[in-house]
T-cell receptor, first 115, second 113 residues
């Protein structure tokens, strides 16, 4: 079964606007961690933000925020004030349980920021 | 500087040959991972290792082999049994704590010719 689901088609975003990238996950564990990564065309994976399953507040890191809805098992990434350099693939990932180091990734969301 | 290094960046292989991709980290991380990425697709887990001398199969381990003889090194061998090896391969490492992110290498693009 797919653990992480990212189903949005590629998105065009106007510079300076906000964009929301959807991510839903599937786990029966109570303790887990959710991550978002950015992959520009050069290929490297850049860590953006982390949300723990027990964190009561949504995570924020600069222009990135994570809209965590635990009951719905969703962890959407919000990028505010988009910049041209935000054009990339964005991947949602999950680490299940404690002591289990396995990371599962979604298929990614393509974002293109246009001036 | 601390980080994770993959080499080579580009690799060409003839059909029927084995090839080994290098992954080295100096972050003192316990866990290391190998992922495969195909064009327009997400990352699929090939193998991962939580400690030295131990590793587990991921979702697509067939046709691949790994070793973890040293904490800092986790080489991946793409064998001739892998039917479609052309892909982008990413190595990652992380600490074992729940909250820590994985650090990735720059990737190796393997092409079978």
């Amino acid at each position: 079964a797919q653990k992480i689901t990212q189903t949005q088609p590629g998105m065009f975003v106007q510079e300076k606007e906000a964009v929301t990238l959807d991510c839903t996950y599937d786990t029966s564990d109570q303790s887990y961690g959710l991550f978002w990564y950015k992959q520009p065309s050069s290929g490297e994976m850049i860590f953006l933000i982390y949300q723990g399953s027990y964190d009561e507040q949504n995570a924020t890191e600069g222009r990135y925020s994570l809209n965590f809805q635990k009951a719905r098992k969703s962890a959407n990434l919000v990028i505010s004030a988009s910049q041209l350099g935000d054009s990339a693939m964005y991947f949602c990932a999950m680490r299940e349980g404690y002591g289990n180091n396995r990371l599962a990734f979604g298929k990614g969301n393509q974002v293109v920021v246009i001036p | 500087d601390g980080g994770i290094t993959q080499s080579p960046k580009y690799l060409f292989r003839k059909e029927g040959q084995n090839v080994t991709l290098s992954c080295e980290q100096n972050l003192n991380h316990d866990a290391m991972y190998w992922y495969r990425q195909d064009p327009g697709q997400g990352l699929r887990l090939i193998y991962y290792s939580q400690i030295v001398n131990d590793f587990q199969k991921g979702d697509i381990a067939e046709g691949y082999s790994v070793s973890r003889e040293k904490k800092e090194s986790f080489p991946l061998t793409v064998t001739s049994a892998q039917k479609n090896p052309t892909a982008f391969y990413l190595c990652a490492s992380r600490e074992t704590d729940l909250s820590t992110e994985a650090f990735f290498g720059q990737g190796t693009r393997l092409t079978v010719v």
